[in-house]
């Protein structure tokens, strides 16, 4: 069974930047499409549109997870435990998560624009073979792709890179998010600042959006692994109806690769220091 998921790159990361873009897969299997309740265009809504080729252009040496099924299908940045029980019989009811309430959970119930998503509901075993064939795999491949970086170079950093819409009233264009400083250190955010001050781009730290799941799985600070989520405005890149790459591609590509070789140059700074650490 094919793989929904491409690992590019090195097994043994040539640079301690490890790059994630798990909401930009558009590989809609007919069993999905058949499934739909609302317009198959509404998907699309889910979608960190074309922000994978952002990441594969900006990228150089370093290793880069890219998930090709589409978020409509499984969302990686749930845990397996975020579950809807309005769309899946295996779901446990207690505690959800306003995501899920939202009908955002593992696999996505509805969108704010086309409301409930699907025809039927689902049983337990179609969720779990999700997790278990697309889900799991994704996670196990990052988690030691990162330990290889930061066995190799005493610090890995992992920028998780998705895109959203235009924030509503609001100035910031760029979105850090490290879940208020439990994912990364400091040092990694103040750098990707300096780059965005430097180039005129106006951004927030940890609002609207300070990271899910996976930087909740795979930052580990005390451990030398450092994890942040950077969101772009699709409007900076993609055309005026936010569905096809526009005029300013090419420019938040470079921002993109200005980003990465700060990362690359801070995690070089302080592998010393952790070095030290884990002696």
Request: no cysteine; net charge negative; aromatic share 6%.
């Given at each position: 069974m094919p793989s929904s998921f491409q690992l590019i790159g090195r097994d043994i990361p040539e640079s301690p930047v490890v790059l994630s873009v798990p909401h930009a897969g558009r590989d809609y299997p007919l069993s999905l499409r058949s499934a739909l309740r609302a317009p198959f265009a509404?998907?699309?809504?889910?979608?960190?549109r074309h922000v994978d080729a952002i990441a594969l252009a900006a990228r150089?040496?370093?290793?880069?997870?890219?998930?090709?099924?589409?978020?409509?299908?499984?969302?990686?940045?749930?845990?397996?435990?975020?579950?809807?029980?309005?769309?899946?019989?295996?779901?446990?009811?207690?505690n959800l998560s306003a995501k899920v309430r939202a009908g955002l959970g593992i696999v996505p119930r509805r969108t704010a624009v086309a409301g409930e998503l699907w025809r039927r509901r689902l049983g337990a075993d179609e969720v779990e073979a999700r997790i278990a064939a697309d889900?799991?795999?994704?996670?196990?491949?990052?988690?030691?792709?990162?330990?290889?970086?930061?066995?190799?170079?005493?610090?890995?950093?992992?920028?998780?890179?998705?895109?959203?819409?235009?924030?509503?009233?609001?100035?910031?264009?760029?979105?850090?998010?490290?879940?208020?400083?439990?994912?990364?250190?400091?040092?990694?955010?103040?750098?990707?600042?300096?780059?965005?001050?430097?180039?005129?781009?106006?951004?927030?730290?940890?609002?609207?959006?300070?990271?899910?799941?996976?930087?909740?799985?795979?930052?580990?600070?005390?451990?030398?692994?450092?994890?942040?989520?950077?969101?772009?405005?699709?409007?900076?890149?993609?055309?005026?109806?936010?569905?096809?790459?526009?005029p300013g591609m090419e420019a938040v590509t470079r921002l993109v690769r200005a980003m990465i070789d700060a990362l690359a140059d801070e995690a070089s700074a302080g592998s010393g220091v952790a070095a030290q650490a884990a002696e």
């Open positions: 509404s998907l699309a809504a889910l979608e960190d150089e040496q370093e290793t880069l997870l890219l998930q090709i099924a589409p978020r409509a299908w499984i969302d990686l940045n749930r845990a397996e435990h975020e579950r809807d029980p309005l769309l899946d019989e295996g779901a446990r009811p207690a889900h799991r795999p994704y996670h196990d491949a990052l988690g030691d792709t990162l330990a290889r970086a930061q066995a190799r170079f005493g610090t890995a950093v992992l920028l998780d890179v998705h895109s959203m819409p235009p924030i509503a009233g609001g100035r910031a264009r760029v979105v850090l998010g490290d879940r208020f400083g439990r994912a990364a250190a400091a040092r990694f955010v103040h750098r990707l600042e300096a780059v965005l001050e430097g180039a005129g781009v106006p951004y927030a730290i940890n609002t609207p959006y300070a990271g899910g799941h996976i930087l909740e799985r795979h930052g580990r600070p005390h451990e030398h692994i450092h994890a942040i989520q950077l969101e772009l405005d699709r409007s900076l890149y993609l055309d005026r109806r936010l569905d096809s790459p526009g």
